[in-house]
């Protein structure tokens, strides 16, 4: 399993970003998805995570209601909306699968200026 994520970048405090998560795989759509992120010389943190038919979803207390996680299994993708960003949010973001093993892609890097 291969996990690609995109959509980091630069955004002032109260903006929005989407991250992207696109996995390899013909069998996404069994595979349970979250997000991770680790801000500097913290340690990495979960953020939200969803089951394979999107039936469930879970959040870290500090982005309920902020944060919407998402995926499209037709796409091989999961999403994370972000709203109302804050600086506190800065970090690197990671895509995580569980796929009878995890698997870890690269980062993403969401900067959120005050």
């Known amino acids: 399993v291969q996990l690609q994520a995109s959509g980091g970048g630069l955004v002032q405090a109260g903006g929005s970003l989407r991250l992207s998560c696109a996995a390899s795989?013909?069998?996404?759509?069994?595979?349970?998805m979250s997000w991770f992120r680790q801000a500097p010389g913290k340690e990495r943190e979960f953020v939200a995570a969803?089951?394979?038919?999107?039936?469930?979803?879970f959040y870290a207390d500090s982005v309920k209601g902020r944060f919407t996680i998402s995926r499209d299994n037709a796409k091989n993708t999961v999403y994370l909306q972000m709203n109302s960003l804050k600086p506190d949010d800065t970090g690197v973001y990671f895509c995580?699968?569980?796929?009878?093993?995890?698997?870890w892609g690269r980062g993403t890097k969401v900067t959120v200026s005050s």
């Open positions: 795989g013909r069998t996404f759509s069994n595979y349970h």
């Open positions: 969803i089951n394979w038919n999107a039936g469930s979803t």
């Open positions: 995580y699968a569980f796929a009878g093993a995890p698997y």
